[in-house]
């Protein structure tokens, strides 16, 4: 019976018991009702590409929108720094403690330093 289950195949059925259960996969087979109803291995594994693509786009779009709005306090923070403000002014209005902004802005430097001489 154990070779059965393992290959489900006619072959495999070697006693009564066994070639009872093979004629009622048999007839499951091939009834139309239960083959519409069935998913193969395929359409398991199709079914589980397509939720983790779902799921890696999804956390992808949230990755790029927190990058983005991290992009977007840098830029702003250049901005004022550019134009006269102190890091501790900045600080409470982009919600940044000194030491983070402080190492934004060198993170900042280093990615525009990097550029410069990849020319």
Not at 42 to 49: A, F, M, S
Not at 71 to 87: D, F, N, P, R, T
Request: aromatic share 4%; with cysteine; charged share 30%.
């Amino acid at each position: 019976m154990l070779k059965y289950i393992c290959n489900s195949k006619p072959e495999g059925a070697v006693d009564a018991a066994t070639k009872e259960v093979d004629e009622y996969v048999s007839n499951i087979r091939h009834d139309p009702d239960v083959l519409e109803g069935v998913m193969t291995v395929g359409d398991v594994i199709d079914r589980e590409k397509k939720e983790s693509f779902d799921l890696g786009m999804k956390q992808g779009i949230e990755q790029g929108i927190e990058q983005g709005k991290e992009a977007a306090v840098v830029s702003m923070i250049a901005k004022m720094l550019e134009s006269g403000y102190s890091i501790e002014s900045i600080s409470p209005l982009v919600g940044k403690s000194v030491d983070e902004i402080k190492s934004l802005m060198n993170d900042r430097k280093t990615i525009m330093l990097s550029g410069l001489t990849d020319r």
